[in-house]
């Protein structure tokens, strides 16, 4: 039923405002982390090898998911669209992504050494040495990626499979945060392992990045602002992180660097505090319409 779909959206929502992650000790994503971690090593193929991990790892999390939603609705529509909403609550961060940003930004502004090390949450770069605008940089570059990465991908695996069934959606939900995790884990240059598993996410964030875009640009009321923001977009090495982050540069009229990395100079100079509550502000619409355009979706 269209309202059971819709119905785990909304309590997905809900859970993410209310609770904003389960705890590590019991949270799908960090167990599926310890399932990869194994193959996080050298070996005498590593391609071959991060083909399989790439293929097999993702189909089973997808599986146990879908097994449990479907276990579910065998005992009641309710009990399913209650897992899925677990699922879609798992696979999915907005309120985490908001705060750890917003804590970033406000410290840069009263103690330097506590934004650098709360950075290390959103982003991998070396930050020992970045100004305050580089830290707020970061962080804001970070939460237009992590939109599309972490909130964008999964609810639109979800609004795709769900009209057709709801463990599928929820399956699919699972797929897409699974691909993403071992291309986070694995995915660096460093690690030949690593180097199907990143193809693989590009390939499936190639939608949800510029779809987050969209959003963002809508949340601005600003949709025009489209157009413009293709070349900046191209910078990064990243087919898809580019697009939410050149599009969040270009409607803050703002300079977003990562050093020997990409410069996407929206503006002339990085982020004031101001500029980066604006920047959490319109994460946090584009991502609350993203829940529900996809509630309205799978009712329909």
Same mark, same amino acid.
């Given at each position: 039923?269209?309202?059971?779909?819709?119905?785990?959206?909304?309590?997905?929502?809900?859970?993410? +405002?209310?609770?904003?992650?389960?705890?590590? +000790?019991?949270?799908?994503?960090?167990?599926?982390?310890?399932?990869?971690?194994?193959?996080?090593?050298?070996?005498?193929?590593?391609?071959?090898?991060?083909?399989?991990?790439?293929?097999?790892?993702?189909?089973?999390?997808?599986?146990?998911?879908?097994?449990?939603?479907?276990?579910?609705?065998?005992?009641?529509?309710?009990?399913?669209?209650?897992?899925?909403?677990?699922?879609?609550?798992?696979?999915?961060?907005?309120?985490?992504?908001?705060?750890?940003?917003?804590?970033?930004?406000?410290?840069?502004?009263?103690?330097?050494?506590?934004?650098?090390?709360?950075?290390?949450?959103?982003?991998?770069?070396?930050?020992?040495?970045?100004?305050?605008?580089?830290?707020?940089?970061?962080?804001?570059?970070?939460?237009?990626?992590?939109?599309?990465?972490?909130?964008?991908?999964?609810?639109?695996?979800?609004?795709?499979?769900?009209?057709?069934?709801?463990?599928?959606?929820?399956?699919?939900?699972?797929?897409?945060?699974?691909?993403?995790?071992?291309?986070?884990?694995?995915?660096?240059?460093?690690?030949?392992?690593?180097?199907?598993?990143?193809?693989?996410?590009?390939?499936?964030?190639?939608?949800?990045?510029?779809?987050?875009?969209?959003?963002?640009?809508?949340?601005?009321?600003?949709?025009?602002?489209?157009?413009?923001?293709?070349?900046?977009?191209? +910078?990064?090495?990243?087919?898809?992180?580019?697009?939410?982050?050149?599009?969040?540069?270009?409607?803050?009229?703002?300079?977003?660097?990562?050093?020997?990395?990409?410069?996407?100079?929206?503006?002339?100079?990085?982020?004031?505090?101001?500029?980066?509550?604006?920047?959490?502000?319109?994460?946090?619409?584009?991502?609350?319409?993203?829940?529900?355009?996809?509630?309205?979706?799978?009712?329909?």
């Amino acid at each position: 039923m269209p309202v059971t779909a819709t119905t785990a959206v909304v309590v997905a929502a809900i859970l993410d +405002r209310l609770v904003a992650e389960p705890p590590t +000790r019991i949270h799908p994503v960090a167990l599926f982390g310890q399932a990869v971690a194994p193959f996080d090593r050298e070996w005498s193929h590593p391609v071959a090898v991060g083909a399989v991990v790439a293929v097999v790892l993702p189909i089973l999390a997808a599986g146990v998911v879908a097994g449990a939603t479907w276990s579910g609705t065998l005992v009641s529509p309710w009990v399913g669209a209650g897992i899925a909403a677990l699922a879609l609550f798992s696979t999915t961060s907005l309120r985490m992504l908001l705060d750890a940003t917003a804590t970033v930004v406000s410290a840069t502004a009263t103690d330097i050494e506590t934004a650098r090390t709360e950075l290390r949450a959103l982003a991998g770069r070396d930050s020992s040495s970045l100004s305050a605008g580089e830290i707020r940089s970061a962080a804001v570059e970070s939460a237009a990626e992590n939109l599309a990465d972490g909130l964008v991908a999964p609810l639109l695996a979800f609004a795709l499979f769900a009209p057709v069934s709801l463990p599928l959606g929820a399956g699919a939900a699972a797929w897409v945060k699974a691909v993403n995790t071992l291309d986070s884990m694995l995915g660096y240059r460093h690690k030949p392992v690593g180097s199907v598993p990143a193809h693989l996410d590009d390939a499936v964030m190639w939608l949800p990045a510029r779809l987050s875009a969209l959003l963002l640009a809508l949340a601005a009321g600003s949709p025009r602002v489209l157009p413009r923001v293709g070349s900046l977009a191209r +910078r990064p090495a990243s087919p898809n992180s580019g697009w939410p982050m050149a599009t969040l540069a270009t409607l803050l009229g703002t300079r977003l660097e990562k050093p020997d990395h990409y410069l996407l100079d929206a503006g002339p100079d990085f982020p004031d505090a101001a500029v980066a509550t604006r920047a959490v502000s319109l994460v946090s619409r584009a991502g609350l319409a993203a829940f529900a355009l996809t509630g309205v979706v799978v009712w329909f």
